[in-house]
């Protein structure tokens, strides 16, 4: 079985510039997160989706950060600007999303971003 | 949301020691995981326990759960060289996963 993947593994940007990641989860999962990892920390959420609806984003900046997840499947996103504080390990990962009972997420290898 | 905590934040012990780290949390949870991070296979989930449960085994793995206390505690025995990696509690109050702050793992030969 394929697992989570995820495009760039590296991008170098400036900031002020914007940069987009993509994930692909693995099939028949239907609910797909999008975490940020800054250097020395655990991952925090930043968007959360059930198929193609969004069930939680609290945490996500949304004057500069957005993610999409059209059609239930793939998903992007997208930093504009960008900042040098965002400079993190992008992870997505993927679950069944049966919430009846509790679910294990499978991670991607990440996108590092380095704003400078 | 507020991250757990995780104790010690580095460990280096010989291979064939047991490691022991320990997980906080702040709120009331449904479960309770634990994933590994190295460099080679990024964030791998390792074990899970429900809230009603104390107590559960995998392998070299065990993992305790205390919910009058919020803590938890992840036990490797007999520790591999390949056991080295950080390792992230992970708590969920329905289906969002809050983190810790991980431990690292040094196992040397």
């Known amino acids: 079985e394929a697992g989570v993947a995820q495009s760039p593994r590296y991008k170098i940007i400036e900031k002020r510039q914007s940069v987009a990641f993509w994930c692909n989860p693995i099939?028949?999962?239907?609910?797909l997160y999008w975490y940020q990892q800054i250097l020395g920390q655990g991952p925090k959420l930043l968007i959360q989706?059930?198929?193609?609806?969004?069930?939680?984003d609290s945490q996500l900046p949304k004057d500069r950060f957005s993610a999409e997840r059209l059609k239930g499947v793939d998903s992007t996103l997208k930093i504009q600007p960008a900042k040098l504080e965002d400079s993190a390990v992008y992870l997505c990962?993927?679950?069944?999303?049966?919430?009846?009972?509790?679910?294990?997420?499978?991670f991607g290898p990440g996108t590092r971003l380095t704003v400078l | 949301s507020q991250q757990g905590e995780e104790d010690p934040q580095a460990l280096s012990i010989q291979e064939g020691e047991n490691a022991t780290m320990n997980c906080s949390y702040k709120t009331s949870i449904n479960n309770l995981q634990w994933y590994r991070q190295n460099s080679g296979r990024g964030l791998v989930h390792l074990i899970l326990?429900?809230?009603?449960?104390r107590e559960k085994h995998s392998g070299r793995l065990r993992v305790t759960l205390d919910t009058s206390k919020k803590s938890s505690s992840l036990l490797i025995t007999a520790s591999r060289a390949a056991d080295t990696a950080s390792y992230f509690c992970?708590?969920?109050?329905?289906?969002?996963?809050?983190f810790g702050k991980g431990t690292m793992l040094l196992v040397s030969p």
């Open positions: 099939s028949g999962h239907a609910t």
């Open positions: 326990i429900r809230s009603n449960e």
């Open positions: 990962a993927s679950s069944l999303g049966d919430l009846s009972v509790a679910d294990t997420q499978y």
């Open positions: 992970a708590y969920s109050g329905y289906s969002t996963l809050t």
């Open positions: 989706f059930q198929n193609n609806g969004v069930v939680d």
